[in-house]
């Protein structure tokens, strides 16, 4: 985002930028898959090689924030759709409205700012050992859950333990229920943190912040729309295969991002380049999966007659 904002001495002007936004945006689109060259090019105001269409690049932010929300989203549908049930839609409601504008807020305070604080190559090895850190973590645990040492993610049995909680707890005055209302807020917020994350991160290092944002939205209004349809939770969803596949992402493009960003410790400071530009993004995305794929084969839990236990048979509770 750093190609955003006019620089004046030390200072930064938003107003530039918001005036700029719009064709900015759009040349940002075009120029997140092309070569590293034009990249660096546009950033410091120098012609580019031209635009094009939207790259294999960009539906790849798109679709890490999509499959990312997707995931996140559908947890907390269950947290809030239990509280509604059990009652109060309005509170329920009104605790994931104000979650979701508190988590909007942060997404546009540092996805606007944020890469204008650090040189380009710092910023790449941040966000890139973040995400590299946050993909394993996701890879780790969809890696147990397939090879049976960690039990599969049930929105059935949370919905039901979190509708035990809503009878339990005692009902005040007033029109709002605090209960509903914090529970509901709760659990929006801390599964909506790791989705501002990957926005950010992706959007920021990709100079694409509203196709990230576009992903995540829509993956929203998507789980939205289906559980209005169905009014229980999402539990026919394959969360562990959605977690195995922003895990992967997340790690690859981790891994990419601080290969490029340890060019920081270089005189320039300038960004490394991968051979092959962004396609060593795929070759990387191979890496992780077979990675991942022979840890759950040797990991797999053996039943005691030799047979191999199903996924989620045994281990750790949630």
Request: proline share 3%; hydrophobic share 50%; with cysteine.
């Amino acid at each position: 985002m750093k190609h955003l904002f006019h620089r004046n001495g030390r200072h930064s002007s938003w107003t530039s930028a918001l005036g700029r936004w719009h064709g900015g945006v759009l040349q940002d689109v075009r120029l997140v898959g092309r070569p590293p060259a034009d990249r660096r090019a546009r950033r410091r105001g120098e012609p580019t090689t031209g635009g094009g269409p939207v790259s294999a690049a960009v539906w790849s932010v798109v679709a890490a924030s999509f499959a990312a929300c997707f995931v996140e989203a559908v947890e907390a549908a269950t947290i809030v759709m239990a509280m509604g049930f059990t009652r109060s839609w309005r509170s329920a409601l009104l605790g994931t409205a104000a979650a979701l504008g508190v988590l909007a807020v942060v997404t546009a305070v540092l996805g606007l700012g944020f890469g204008d604080w650090v040189p380009e190559s710092g910023l790449q090895l941040v966000v890139g050992t973040l995400m590299l850190i946050f993909g394993l973590q996701w890879l780790r645990k969809a890696v147990l859950r397939s090879s049976g040492r960690k039990k599969i993610h049930d929105e059935e049995e949370i919905y039901r333990e979190e509708v035990e909680a809503a009878l339990a707890a005692g009902h005040g005055a007033g029109r709002i229920d605090t209960f509903s209302f914090m529970v509901s807020f709760k659990g929006v917020f801390l599964e909506g943190v790791e989705v501002v994350f990957i926005v950010i991160t992706f959007g920021v290092n990709a100079h694409n912040v509203p196709g990230a944002a576009a992903g995540a939205g829509a993956a929203l209004l998507v789980v939205l729309a289906v559980a209005a349809a169905i009014g229980r939770p999402l539990s026919m969803i394959n969360e562990n295969l959605l977690k195995y596949g922003v895990g992967l992402l997340l790690a690859s493009f981790g891994t990419y991002w601080v290969g490029e960003g340890s060019g920081t410790f270089r005189d320039g400071r300038e960004s490394l380049e991968w051979p092959g530009g962004d396609l060593a993004i795929l070759g990387l995305l191979g890496v992780w999966f077979l990675t991942c794929y022979t840890l759950a084969r040797l990991l797999r839990v053996p039943a005691v007659g030799g047979s191999v236990l199903a996924p989620g048979s045994t281990g750790e509770a949630r």
